[in-house]
């Protein structure tokens, strides 16, 4: 898709800006290929512009900004592809989260993080410690994250309360699975944008994007800045959203 012309929320006409938009951040790896450079270098320009969106979803007015970094199926790559996007994690937070602390930025992670390095983990508990009183924007990483074993973690732990008599089944709702998520906190997203041209959700988010409006778009994610974003919610503030109704 090609984004369009539309209602400019930039400029403060039209439509208020979703609350929450979440990014599949994809086409690193043709990025570097186009250019005939080790993925790495595709990986690296991509935290570039991960940062370059962060900073710009505050200035449009977005409330979450989530960024899908690295799923459960993310392992399955060569060692040293992993190795590589652990290592530009560690830059990340041990680096590049000071600059958004200075820009009001909360950091909230999702996902099953807890099973990295210890020490990688400890980084990662102290930097969302560190900014959680910023309140501008909420930036969510998506770590070790995967919707399918989201939803069956939720499920599990609504078993084990009705198990011990906590809970009773029949109280087990939509609402009552949707607070045991990793986003229990944050509003659904309004928006899920997935770049490079690819269009499926590859196991992010599915329960809350259940009234998402969805963007597939050309751009590669390096690629990807705020422009793009500007003008990915000026396509959304034309949308008409339903949800379900006439």
């Keep these: 898709m090609t984004l369009a012309a539309a209602p400019n929320i930039a400029s403060g006409q039209g439509a208020p800006p979703p609350r929450h938009v979440a990014i599949i951040m994809d086409g690193n790896g043709r990025w570097a290929k186009r250019r005939l ?22 200035d449009l007015g977005v409330e979450v900004l989530t960024l899908y970094a690295f799923s459960t199926e993310n392992w399955r790559r060569p060692a040293d592809e992993v190795s590589d996007l652990m290592g530009l994690l560690r830059h990340f937070i041990e680096h590049d989260v000071k600059e958004l602390q200075q820009h ?16 990688l983990v400890d980084l990662i508990d ?5 900014t959680a009183s910023n309140t501008r924007t909420t930036l969510v990483i998506a770590l070790n994250y995967g919707s399918q074993a989201e939803i069956a973690r ?38 899920i944008i997935r770049t490079s041209g690819e ?48």
Excluded: C
């Design 37 to 58: 450079l080790p993925r790495i270098a595709g990986h690296k320009k991509g935290v570039e512009a991960a940062k370059a969106v962060a900073r710009a979803a505050g």
């Design 126 to 130: 102290r930097a969302v410690e560190d």
């Design 104 to 119: 009001g930025v909360r950091l909230k992670i999702i996902g099953d993080y807890q099973t990295l390095q210890p020490d």
């Design 199 to 246: 269009q499926r959700l590859s196991n992010f988010l599915m329960w809350q994007a259940a009234y998402a409006e969805l963007m597939f778009v050309d751009t590669l994610w390096p690629d990807f800045g705020k422009s793009h974003l500007a003008e990915a919610l000026n396509v959304y503030a034309a949308r008409e959203r339903r949800f379900g109704g006439l």
């Design 154 to 191: 939720a499920a599990q732990s609504l078993a084990a309360d009705v198990r011990q008599g906590i809970l009773d089944v029949n109280a087990i709702d939509a609402a009552a699975l949707e607070a045991r998520l990793y986003t229990a906190d944050i509003p659904p997203p309004d928006l």
